[in-house]
């Protein structure tokens, strides 16, 4: 039997792998490498990102050196909550490291070894917004992954929604609970809201899922 050692550097391999393999599709070379870190969470049991300086050319330029950062694919749910003839969802804030600022966006979360995208997804609506639901509830949103950020980094998204009818004991319930998974050290803030006044919120989340949902609400 494979132990969780093994299987935690599995993961980051497949990941890798998956990434050279894209290069060899696109024609591309990869002339060097080298791995300069990787960071694992929840006391090292689950594999988190590994970055790379790399060498590659393809058949339009010549070598160009940049940095990849491997990461895990991840899962992005929208709901559509239908109350007195109107349109709700539930966003998520929290603070980012990047310049310490709250980001509000959709409830989202990555996806682990072994894990199907609609698993990951259901166990992110349960530690997120603390609702349990069962994979036939979810819906894509889109039939393919999503390229986030297509730059420096091999993260892909998958979009679901899902729909639910809700009373007026739902706002006090959700709007503003605070939730988050400890051991990965989140602290989050649900927010309710109307699905035509989140436009407002700088987030790629919210911009790509709301198009992808126009044709399902």
């Given at each position: 039997m494979q132990s969780k050692k093994d299987k935690i550097k599995d993961y980051g391999e497949k990941l890798f792998n998956i990434w050279t393999n894209k290069l060899k599709e696109k024609k591309c070379k990869l002339y060097s490498y080298k791995k300069i870190g990787k960071i694992y969470r929840n006391k090292g049991k689950?594999?988190?990102?590994?970055?790379?300086?790399?060498?590659?050319?393809?058949?339009?330029?010549?070598k160009v050196s940049r940095y990849i950062t491997i990461v895990k694919p991840s899962v992005i749910i929208i709901p559509i909550l239908y109350f007195n003839k109107e349109i709700f969802t539930m966003l998520v804030s929290q603070t980012r490291i990047y310049d310490g600022s709250e980001i509000v966006e959709f409830p989202a979360g990555s996806i682990d070894l072994d894990q199907k995208p609609?698993?990951?997804?259901?166990?992110?609506?349960?530690?997120?917004?603390?609702?349990?639901?069962?994979?036939?509830?979810?819906?894509?949103?889109?039939?393919?992954?999503?390229?986030?950020?297509?730059?420096?980094?091999?993260?892909?998204?998958?979009?679901?929604?899902?729909?639910?009818?809700?009373?007026?004991?739902?706002?006090?319930?959700?709007?503003?609970?605070?939730?988050?998974h400890k051991m990965d050290g989140e602290v989050i803030k649900i927010k309710v809201k109307k699905i035509n006044k989140i436009h407002q919120y700088n987030s790629a989340s919210i911009h790509v899922g709301l198009n992808l949902i126009r044709k399902f609400i």
């Open positions: 689950k594999f988190f990102v590994a970055l790379y300086d790399a060498k590659i050319k393809n058949k339009n330029s010549g609609v698993d990951a997804a259901v166990s992110e609506i349960q530690e997120e917004l603390n609702i349990n639901l069962k994979k036939k509830d979810l819906k894509k949103a889109n039939s393919k992954p999503i390229m986030i950020e297509p730059s420096c980094t091999s993260s892909t998204s998958y979009f679901f929604y899902f729909k639910m009818k809700i009373e007026k004991s739902f706002f006090k319930k959700f709007h503003l609970k605070r939730t988050g």
